[in-house]
C-alpha cells in the first residue's frame, strides 16, 4: 500500500519540509518535493498491519522547526490501496494550540470512557452501504469542546447530508475526531462545515464560524483509493476559552488532619474547594526535597537537594500505614494537635517530629515494603535518580553536613558510590533505603492528589525553580553540568533594589547540549508525572541568566549570562576614552558618606576605608569584596552591634559604572546594571552622563536582543518537546525585547500582574492583556492586594484615582469592595487564566480575612534568609463550608464567562 502526504506550506529558498516517520517502533525520514515552494508531496509504502505515526519539520539552514505537538497518527481503512493524506502544518504560535497540552486535553476536555468497551460516542461512524469502492475520510483536530458534546460535519454532498442531515464524528482518537464517507464519484468536489452535536437533544448546537470548508480530489482510479483530509481547529470565532484558578504553596495549607505544614493528600480538598467555586486550576510552589541543613533555612522551596525527589514534610504521615505502637500512636496524635494549632508553619519542630514517625513507620512496615511489588516497581523505575538521592541523603545524615566536598571518600561521585550504599549487604542500607520508602509514599500521595484533580476536571499547575543548590545530590552527581564558580540571581526592582542572589550555580549550557539537554527532558518527565501545568520561574534565564561573581554578595555587580561585552574601541566609538579607572573603581567620596552611613559615616572612613587623595577613598584590602564583608560582620564579634553598616558598606563597593570583563586583561567591558541610581553617575558631568545613557540603552536593551533570542531557540524547544503539559512563562523583570516573541512562536503563555507590567506603565492594564497569559493581581514574591494597598499609600492612591476616578481621598486600609474590584478586573480579563492567590480571594471577605494585612505575604524577595512559613489560617475543611463565600467567587467565575 501507498501512503502519499500532501501539506501546503509556504517556504523560502534553502528550506524545505521533511517528514519524520515512525513505524514498527523505528523512524525515519522523508524529503518531501515541491514545484512551487507551497505544495509538499511525498509517498511511502506501508503494510496495512503497521502503525504509522508522522510530523511534519521544516529543515533551514539554521536547523529543523518541527510543527506543534504530538505525532499525527494515519488510520487506514481496510482494503485500502493508496492513501492520500492532505494536511495542514500546525503552527506552535496559535493560541489554539494550547488546547492540546494535557491541562486542556487530558483534564478540562478530557473525553470519559467506559470500562471495558467504547461509549456510544466513541464508535467509529460507519458508511452507509454502497456499491463505492473509493473512501474519502474528514478528521477534524480539534479538543477545545465540552464534554457532553461532540462535533459533526455537513455538507453539498449526499454523504454528508447536503447540509440537512449531520455526520457524527467518532472520538475514538480523540482529540482526533473521524468520519468516513463513501464516494460513488471518480472525484469530490465538496463545500462543508462543522458544527456542535448534542446528542441528548439530537440536534445541532452550534455551526462554526467564517466561509465554508472546501475539498477537491480526483481519484486516481474506480477503487481502493482514500482520501483523507485532516482539519485544524473547529471555528468558534472570536470565543476563546477562559478558566480561574487559586495559587497556594503546597506547604501553607490547613486541614484538620494536618501536622503544622501543608501536604500532598490536603490538594484533595482544594481541588474540592476550586470545584465548588467553579474554578479549573490549581497552582501550587515547588515541591522537591529542600532538606539540605535541616534548620528553618531549608523552608526556601526554590532550593531543592534534588530535582527529582519530593518534599518529606509534605507526606501524610497517617497515609503511610497506622502505627502498632499504641504510645507511639498517642505521640503522634498529640504532634498533631500541638503542631496543627499554631499560626504559622515552625519547620524545625515539624521536621523533628514527622522524621520520628517517619521512622518509626519504617521499622514497622519494613519487612513488607521490601517485598511490596508496588514499591519494588518504583524504586526500579526511579533508580537513576532514586539511588544517588538516598545516597546523598545518607551521607549528609551520617556527615553532618550536605557539602559533599567534606565527605573525604565519597566527596566525588561515582556509580561505585551507589553500588556500595545501595547494596542490600551494605552495613546500614536500612538507613539509605528508608529514603526509598519516603519517597514511593511522597509519590503515591502527590500521584494521588494528581489523578483526583484529573478526574474532577481541575488542572494541578507546578513550578519549575530556574537553579539547582549549590550543595544539592544534582551538583555531586553531575558538576559538570554546573558553574560553580558562579551564582544565580535576579537584577534590582522595584520588589529587590539591591537584586536578589539565589546563590545556585548557573548552567554550563554547552555541556548540556552536548546530550540534547537530556538532564532537563528527564526533569520535565518527571514534573509530568503530577503536573499538567507548569510555570517556569524566571524564564528569562533561558534567554540569559543574571549571574553574580562568588566574591560579591548582592545582585547590583552581576551581570548578564552570556553576554557581548564592549572592547575599548567600542567604548571609545560612544565617547569613552583613556584611563578607565574612574568608572572601574569604586567611586567612594568623603562628602556623601554620611548619605550611606549617617552619623557613622566618620567610623566607617577610618576603618574600612583609605584616603588615597583629599575626600577621595578606598575600600581597605580586607573589605574590598562584598563577601569579605559579609564574613567580617559575621565573625568579628565586635560589629555585632554594627550589622546595620554591613549592607551599605556593600552598596559602597558597587559604587562603579563599569564592571571589566573577566579574564579579558582589561580589554573589555560591561556597563553596571542601574548605573543611574550612583553617586559615581550622578556626580559625573552632562555629557558624560549623556554617554553613559546611551551605552546603557544600548547594552541592556539593543545589542543582545537577536544573541539572546537564539540562547533561547536552542534550550527551550527540548524542554517543551519532552512533554504535553501547558507551559507558563514567568516572565517579569526585565525583559529583553526578543522574548515576548519567542515565548508566543514556542505557545508558553506569558504572565501578567498589575503592580509589574510590562513597559513604562505604573500599572497593568488586565483589559488590555493577550489571550495567551495567565494574570494575576499579586504573586508569592509580593504583598497582596490588602498589603501593597496599606503599605504603599502612595502609589495606591495613583491606582484609586486611575481605576476607580473617586471624589474624594483614598482609604487608608483596604476594604473589601476594593478588593473584589481589582479581582474583578482580572476575572474579566482575556487572559486564558485568571489566577488568584488564595489570599486575595478569602480578601473579599471582612468575616474571613487575617485582621492584618502584613500577615497574608508568602515572600519578602528583599531578604534572602526570609523565612518562608506562611500558613492558610483557615482550615480547608472551614473554607469548604463558608457559603456566602464560595457562593460570591462562584459567581464572579461565571460572569466573566470563566
Known sequence: MIAHFHINYGTKHGEHIAIRLRRNGLEEAILCNTFDDNNWLASAAISESEQIEYKYALETPNGQLEEHGSFRTLVVPKGAVQVFCQDYWRPSYEAEQAYFSAAFKDVIFKREKTAGQPTESRKPVKAKK??????????????????HLKFCILGNHQALGNWVKPLVMSDESFPIWRAEVAVEENWLDIEYKYALYDPARNSIVEWEKEENRTMYFTFPSAAGNVAVRTDEHYRYGSSLWKGAGVAIPVFSLRSEKGMGIGEYTDLNLLVDWAVKTGMKLVQVLPVNDTLATKTWTDSYPYAAISVFALHPLYVNVQSIAKLKDKKAEARLKKAISDLNTLET??????????????????????????????????????????????AFCHLRDLNGTVKFQEWKEYAVFSKQVTDELCSPTYAAFDDVAFYYFIQYHAHRQLFGATAYARQHGVVLKGDLPIGIYRHSCDA????????????AGAPPDAYAVDGQNWGFPTYNWEAMAENGFEWWRKRMTQLSLYFDALRIDHILGFFRIWEIPTDQVIGTLGLFNPRLPYQRHELAAFGLHGDLDRYTRPYIRGQYL??????????????????????HFSPKPFVDTQLKVKQLFENDPSLAMMRHLEKPLMRLLGEVLLIEEPNSGGTAFNPRITLSTTRSYKDLGEQEQHIFDRLYDDYFFKRHDEFWKQQALRKLPALLQATNMLICGEDLGMIPHSVPGVMKDLNILSLEIQRMPKGSATFGEPAEYPYTSVCSPSCHDMPTIRGWWEN???????????????????????????VKAINQMHFQSPSMWAIFPIQDLVGMDARLRRPHAADEQINDPSNPQHYWRFRFHLALEKLLAEEMLNKEIQGMVEQSGR
Open 792 to 818: 504603599d499609600y502612595g502609589t495606591a492612591t495613583q491606582f484609586y484615582k486611575k481605576f476607580f476616578h473617586p471624589i474624594g481621598p483614598a482609604p487608608h486600609d483596604c476594604p473589601t469592595g476594593i
Open 345 to 390: 508553619v515552625d519547620f524545625e519542630k515539624v521536621l523533628k517530629s514527622k522524621f520520628e514517625f517517619f521512622k518509626l513507620l519504617f521499622d514497622q512496615e519494613k519487612a513488607a515494603f521490601y517485598k511490596d511489588t508496588a514499591a519494588l516497581d518504583f524504586i526500579e523505575k526511579n533508580a537513576e535518580w532514586l539511588k544517588p538521592y538516598a
Open 130 to 147: 454502497s456499491t463505492a469502492k473509493n473512501k474519502a475520510v474528514f478528521q477534524l483536530h480539534a479538543a477545545a469542546i465540552p464534554q
Open 594 to 615: 554620611p548619605e550611606f552611613f549617617g552619623e557613622a559615616a566618620g567610623f566607617v572612613s577610618k576603618t574600612f576605608l583609605d584616603e588615597v587623595a583629599f575626600g
Open 476 to 487: 555531586w552527581v553531575a558538576p559538570h553540568l554546573y558553574n560553580m564558580d558562579g551564582q
